[in-house]
């Protein structure tokens, strides 16, 4: 009931637009940091990797599989890090601000801020987590006011998609 509140009522999309700006800010705020300020990964990488979080009892990896992601993925292909990064930042903060494919944002946005948490970072990373679970959550309604008001009819037009049926799913036109 909650969850069908927040994907359909005008208001909560109004309020949707307040939320989307100020998140989609903070990352381009990021993004244009990183950008301007010669960013580097491998510091941060680094010590995620002597520093990993850990039961503070037992010593044991709370995290073991993304630790060892980023020794052996992330640590030796940090230059593309560097260029993803602030890329994403800025392309997450956009899409927000503009309410251009907005759930897609709001996704990626919770992707790298969980990973920056399981690397030990928590400064605003829980707000932005709460934040952009809310958008999330409230789906196509959270971009009614923007981008998304015309790019989704359009992109379904081009994609072919029917609307979706009674089952929940849509599937391509001219299908059963």
């Known amino acids: 009931m909650m969850l069908a509140w927040l994907r359909t009522n ?28 010669g960013f580097d990964a491998a510091g941060f990488l680094t010590n995620a ?18 630790v ?50 399981f690397a030990g970072t928590l400064n605003t990373n829980p707000w932005l987590v709460l934040l952009g679970g809310i958008v999330l959550f409230a789906g196509t309604n959270a971009g009614r006011y923007g981008l998304d008001y015309y790019l989704l009819p359009l992109l379904r037009k081009v994609l072919k998609f029917k609307k979706l049926g009674g089952d929940g799913k849509m599937t391509p036109a001219g299908t059963a």
Do not use: C, S
């Open 68 to 117: 060892y992601f980023i020794e052996h993925f992330a640590m030796p292909n940090v230059k593309l890090f560097n260029f993803i990064i602030p890329l994403g930042e800025l392309l997450v903060g956009a899409g927000l601000i503009l309410g251009g494919l907005t759930a897609a944002a709001a996704f990626f946005g919770l992707l790298m801020n969980f990973m920056f948490m």
């Open 49 to 66: 990797i002597n520093n990993p979080i850990a039961d503070k009892t037992t010593h044991e990896l709370v995290y073991p599989n993304f």
């Open 10 to 37: 005008k208001y909560v999309a109004m309020l949707m637009v307040f939320v989307r700006v100020y998140l989609g800010y903070q990352w381009i705020e990021a993004g244009w940091h990183k950008l301007t300020g």
